[in-house]
């Protein structure tokens, strides 16, 4: 099994900066993708942004140019910069690892989840 401990969610007023952390840990055995959701109450999850083991990276449309995802495979870690917040960006992130023996193996890991809130 694979443990996510994430950490950065707070308060911050509107145009501030978060920075968001996610450290796998347990049995890992490759990691492939890494990224970001967050989910609205009574709303489905959605994607934030997501990063591949090779670096390539993805993003909702509405954080591009404002948030930056990156990744140390040293650490097994997963960061989200913020920038820029709008009180919209407000809601519970979470991490997601997809790790496994193989590509075709692996499976998705979640973490517990971290409240960002931007007051206006």
């Known amino acids: 099994q694979v443990q996510l401990v994430e950490s950065g969610g707070g308060l911050v007023q509107a145009g501030g900066s978060l920075r968001l952390s996610c450290a796998a840990s347990g049995r890992i055995f490759n990691i492939y993708v890494m990224g970001w959701y967050r989910q609205a109450p009574g709303k489905q999850r959605e994607l934030v942004a997501t990063i591949s083991s090779g670096g390539r990276t993805n993003y909702a449309d509405s954080v591009k140019g404002r948030f930056t995802i990156s990744r140390d495979d040293a650490k097994n870690t997963v960061y989200l910069q913020m920038n820029s917040l709008k009180p919209e960006d407000t809601t519970v992130y979470y991490c997601?690892?997809?790790?496994?023996?193989?590509?075709?193996?692996?499976?998705?890991?979640w973490g517990q989840g971290t409240q960002v809130t931007v007051s206006s």
């Open positions: 997601n690892v997809k790790s496994g023996v193989s590509a075709t193996l692996s499976r998705d890991y």
